[in-house]
């Protein structure tokens, strides 16, 4: 069921960096948009992008033929930016028509009421490594819950989580690598691909304590329900790549997504160490459960 999945992560790395003009000479950054009927916030989002330094970056938005008056505010800094406006269908699929077209040597996703905090490409520009295919990622606000997500991801750490992608900067050649998002999961193709990032040995992982942007919240991606087919496909995945305990800590998220929220706020570190140690101690009653069963059956 879910052995596409795996392909990708187990190919061996064997990437030759791009050398066409177009990469050469392109920007540093790709910032692409997909939008749909968003109306006026647009434009604040928008003028965050434009406000940065406009060597470092080009600017691409799929629209998915709004009907709201989202194309007239897009329009008015045409002149700025490549539109593209048809049917999609969904967000990723938008995202992988702009990973097509992007020129720039990183690809940088953002959503319409988002913000790009001012001046933040110049920053983040002197992380980035040039030729080494590298996932760059920092902090983002929440505006709603008024918090900042950002800290240093490990591979298991996607058992129950994920890197907000308003805070994340991809080397074109990623998507080379593993591939860009998998359309069966319409809500979070982004949170697959990262720990697909994180399991690849050709990919570096840099971490930088740089406040990114302000994320809007809310929407599809707040709740897994949205998303079945990941919701049952994930933790296979999880279990195949990073074993049982992983599996056991990522069924627990997909089936009650705020209970991890309340261990990660008391340390999930000491949820990871009881839960290891619960398997650890039910592990041999299993075992021995199993080789009783047998033997009955055995005897019969």
């Not at 596409?4 to 030759?16: D, H, I, P, R, W």
């Not at 929440?142 to 308003?166: A, V």
């Not at 707040?222 to 079945?228: E, G, R």
Request: proline share 3%; glycine share 8%.
């Amino acid at each position: 069921m879910c052995a596409a999945l795996y392909n990708s992560v187990e190919k061996k790395f064997n990437y030759q960096i791009m050398a066409s003009s177009e990469t050469v000479n392109g920007k540093m950054f790709s910032i692409i948009m997909a939008t749909y009927n968003c109306g006026q916030k647009i434009e604040n989002t928008l003028q965050s992008i434009l406000s940065q330094n406009e060597e470092l970056f080009e600017l691409i938005i799929l629209d998915g033929v709004s009907t709201d008056g989202t194309l007239n505010y897009i329009k008015k800094y045409q002149s700025s930016l490549t539109l593209i406006s048809e049917k999609d269908d969904g967000v990723y699929s938008a995202f992988n028509k702009g990973i097509e077209i992007a020129t720039g040597k990183y690809i940088y996703f953002i959503g319409a009421g988002d913000y790009l905090r001012p001046g933040i490409l110049e920053q983040v520009k002197e992380f980035l490594p040039a030729e080494t295919p590298t996932l760059v990622y920092g902090n983002v606000y929440f505006t709603k819950q008024k918090i900042f997500d950002g800290r240093e991801f490990s591979s298991s750490d996607f058992t129950w989580s994920n890197i907000c992608h308003q805070g994340e900067f991809y080397h074109r050649a990623i998507f080379d690598i593993i591939g860009k998002y998998d359309l069966r999961y319409k809500v979070f193709a982004d949170w697959l691909l990262n720990l697909k990032c994180f399991l690849h040995q050709g990919i570096n992982k840099r971490y930088i304590p740089l406040h990114i942007a302000d994320y809007e919240e809310g929407g599809l991606s707040s709740q897994i329900n949205n998303d079945p087919a990941f919701k049952k496909d994930f933790p296979q995945f999880v279990k195949k790549e990073l074993g049982i305990k992983a599996f056991i800590v990522c069924q627990a998220k997909m089936k009650n997504p705020d209970a991890l929220y309340f261990t990660h706020s008391l340390g999930y570190g000491l949820f990871y160490e009881t839960l290891g140690h619960f398997i650890s101690v039910a592990r041999p009653f299993v075992r021995g459960y199993r080789s009783l069963k047998k033997t009955i059956t055995n005897s019969k």
